[in-house]
């Protein structure tokens, strides 16, 4: 690397996106840097959640980073804790392991005399010339606000605190809620508990989707031929992007309408009950709400042990769930599968920018961010998987790996003398915050239902637009949006 400025890096959070930062920095040339990581182990929201049936619904050649790609996959949708162990292989193999700080939570970080002044719970203090915030979108569980939930006799916990000492076999089992977890933790323990009452609040459209294994001859050919596997990665992020991604910015495309269609048929097809068909019926548009893609759910919950119940949940109650029908389901254990607070991102953590600003001020109604990687007035502050970025049904690998190249053009400026601080300008977010609200209103996210994408206006808080403009944005920061 030329020679220039040396630069500190502090990363927080050693996830998917911390890890990527981490060697990617190093790449570039970049060897002073700290990950901060609240837990004990590398691996983000597949160490958080570990609940029964969790796997991956993009596919796993897509969703594992361009630079190592994994020929081992079991699967095409792979089970959350292998994703972990590739995480946790990829950060050793890539050196970034003895570069974490485990269980040490940073708790402030404040610009001050041009650098970032960071505080851990344990009472560690660092300062960093950078900071990148790889804290995840989807970790602050959302519990609901039902009378008596704490009265519930039996085990009682959220979907991401999964109690694994919790007895489930030949017990009876509720979850609450419809959304891409509990669709996965049904199928995987209707067998195995003596009765599983889902309570449905708003059925989903569900998109079916196989999930072979691969075989050894398949993995064998990925191992010999590293080309195969990168192509067969390249043309998935095609198939996803033209026909997914791409999709759902548009309510009125013709791929919208394929998987409306898709959704449909699948539910016409795969529930012989005409009443159970209707009662999963929704009554909104297929991926309205972030779309559920299952293989099994329609077959499971038609399973003898299972019942859907979409009467309203009156209250809790020691022995079970009261439904507004007067009518108490009874219970041994209570899964929460409600979600989560989507708007939260870097908090509980404090940050303070240059005249002393806080973000949670600056957020308080909502967060925003420039191209959802900077907000003005914290310089050499930057996110990954930020607010109102692409989520959702984008491989968020993909995402972060070009957010980074974006973000090391950033540094670099920073590293080479350029200028010292660098942050976006109010002009620039808030022209981008005025477009993407505008390109929101025309997504299929605001065609009539309730989701974790709406913000408190009812505007989705993604990223509206195709997954090729997205690509172009990431590719060279505009001069006139940065000042410094
Ligand atoms: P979610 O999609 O937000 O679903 C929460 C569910 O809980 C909804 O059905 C909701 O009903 C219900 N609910 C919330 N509060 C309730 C209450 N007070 N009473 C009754 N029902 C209530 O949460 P999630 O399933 O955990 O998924 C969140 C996101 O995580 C997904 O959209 C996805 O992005 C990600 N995820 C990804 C994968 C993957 O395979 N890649 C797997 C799991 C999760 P309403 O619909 O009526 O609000």
New binding site residues.
């Given amino acids: 690397m030329a020679a220039g400025r040396p630069l500190r890096f502090a990363i927080i959070g050693a996830g998917m996106s911390g890890i990527l930062a981490a060697i990617e920095l190093r790449r570039a040339g970049h060897s002073d840097l700290t990950l901060y990581e609240k837990a004990d182990r590398p691996g983000g929201t597949w160490r958080e959640n570990t609940y029964p049936g969790i ?4 596919p796993s050649h897509l969703y594992s980073y361009s630079f190592a790609p994994n020929p081992d996959w079991s699967h095409h949708f792979s089970p959350g804790a292998e994703i972990e162990a590739y995480f946790e292989r990829v950060a050793r193999e890539y050196g970034v392991t003895p570069r974490i700080r485990f269980g040490d939570e940073v708790v402030r970080c404040a610009f001050e005399a041009g650098r970032w002044r960071l505080e851990t719970r344990g009472g560690h203090r660092d300062a960093a010339d950078v900071v990148i915030a790889a804290t995840g979108v ?1 970790h602050h569980p ?1 519990l ?3 009378e008596g939930l704490s009265s519930f006799g039996g085990a009682c916990f959220h ?1 991401t605190r999964w109690d694994h000492d919790a007895t489930l076999d030949g017990r009876r089992l509720g979850i ?7 669709v ?1 933790i049904v199928p995987a323990l209707v067998d195995r508990v003596a009765k599983l009452t889902l ?1 449905q ?2 059925a989903q459209w569900i998109l079916p989707q196989e999930n072979p294994e691969y075989t050894e001859a398949e993995k064998a050919a990925f191992r010999r031929d590293p080309a195969t596997l990168a192509r067969l990665r390249a043309n998935l992020s095609q198939l996803f992007a033209q026909g997914f991604a791409n999709a759902v910015v548009d309510a009125a495309s013709p791929q919208m309408k394929m998987i409306e269609d898709l959704c449909r048929q699948n539910l016409e097809r795969s529930v012989t009950d005409p009443e159970l068909r209707e009662k999963l019926r929704p009554a909104y548009r297929a991926a309205c ?2 779309l559920v893609i299952s293989p099994d759910f329609y077959r499971a919950i038609q399973h003898p042990n299972a019942e859907l119940v979409t009467e309203g ?1 009156e209250r809790i109650e020691p022995e079970g769930v009261r439904t507004r029908d007067g009518h108490l389901h009874p219970l041994d254990v209570l899964v929460l ?4 607070r989507a708007d939260r991102f870097v908090r509980p953590m404090h940050v303070f920018g240059a005249q002393g600003e806080s973000l949670d001020e600056r957020w308080a109604k909502r967060p925003d961010a420039y191209l959802s990687i900077s907000v003005p007035g914290f310089p050499n502050f930057f996110l990954l998987n930020g607010p109102n970025g692409p ?2 049904n984008f491989s968020l690998i993909e995402v972060a790996e070009l957010q980074m190249a974006y973000i090391l053009q950033l540094v670099e400026r920073l590293r080479s003398g350029e200028c010292r601080e660098l942050c976006p300008t109010e002009e620039a977010t808030a022209r981008f915050e005025t477009d993407r609200e505008e390109a929101a209103r025309r997504t299929v996210w605001t065609t009539g239902c ?1 989701s ?1 994408y709406l913000d408190d206006r009812g505007i989705p808080a993604v990223w509206p637009w195709t997954f090729d403009r997205f690509r172009e944005e990431m590719a060279r920061p505009k001069r006139e949006a940065w000042e410094g």
């Fill in positions: 796997a991956c619904d993009v989807l959302s609901p606000e039902i979907s609450v809620g419809t959304g891409s977890t509990a996965q309570f609040r708003t709400k972030r949940i599968a409600t979600g989560f989520v959702g309730r974790w």
